[in-house]
């Protein structure tokens, strides 16, 4: 969730310095706002810190789920300009990360195909509306992430896309069709595809 950071003129710098953040465990979030091609970056200095309320994040990213179900989500405060992290020599994240429970396991493709058969049924009962994902987990060593965001932003530029790190989390890769909530202040409207 963006609650203000950096705007950056060019993608590149923005990509130069996440790549930089990531050798070097440093905290950011590079998303890009859909049908633009100008990018948005946050990074700082110490690790995200658990904050109470949203009122407590005047300028970074927030890190949450999709519902807000996390009491108190991560803030990457807005501390670190790319072109600074560019230019800097041996700078580096410090503290330690709180604990944070990470996924293990893929879904089984039978057991995911039950549960969507089963919530089909209740929604076309209810007439509800859902978004349904699989989890499918791997690793690798080689992932480039910068290569494949590059790619992923380029392919589905109509979309929300983002790309952070933090310790606590790792690195999350995604883009998503909808703009849940976008607001003009200037013209005073607000406008949702959800």
Do not use: H
Not at 31 to 43: H, N, Q, R, Y
Not at 60 to 73: R, V
Not at 148 to 153: E, Q, R, T, Y
Not at 160 to 170: D, K
């Amino acid at each position: 969730m963006i609650q203000s950071y950096a705007g950056c003129e060019c993608a590149d710098i923005c990509f130069e310095a996440a790549k930089i953040c990531l050798e070097r465990d440093i905290s950011f979030a590079l998303t890009f706002l859909p049908g633009s091609s100008k990018p948005l970056f946050a990074a700082s200095e110490s690790l995200p810190q658990r904050v109470s309320s949203l009122s407590d994040c005047k300028d970074g990213f927030i890190l949450n789920t999709f519902a807000s179900e996390i009491k108190y989500p991560l803030l990457i405060k807005n501390e670190l300009a790319p072109e600074r992290i560019i230019s800097s020599n041996g700078m580096c994240a410090s503290g330690v990360a709180p604990y944070v429970t990470t996924w293990e396991g893929s879904t089984d493709k039978n057991e995911y195909i039950k549960r969507v058969s089963a919530l089909i049924s209740l929604l076309s009962e209810t007439g509800g509306k859902t978004v349904i994902s699989r989890v499918v987990c791997g690793s690798s060593v080689n992932i480039d992430w910068i290569d494949v965001a590059k790619k992923l932003f380029q392919q589905f530029d109509d979309a929300y896309r983002f790309l952070y790190y933090t310790p606590q989390t790792g690195a999350w890769l995604g883009a998503t069709p909808e703009t849940l909530l976008a607001y003009d202040g200037f013209a005073g409207r607000v406008d949702t595809m959800s």
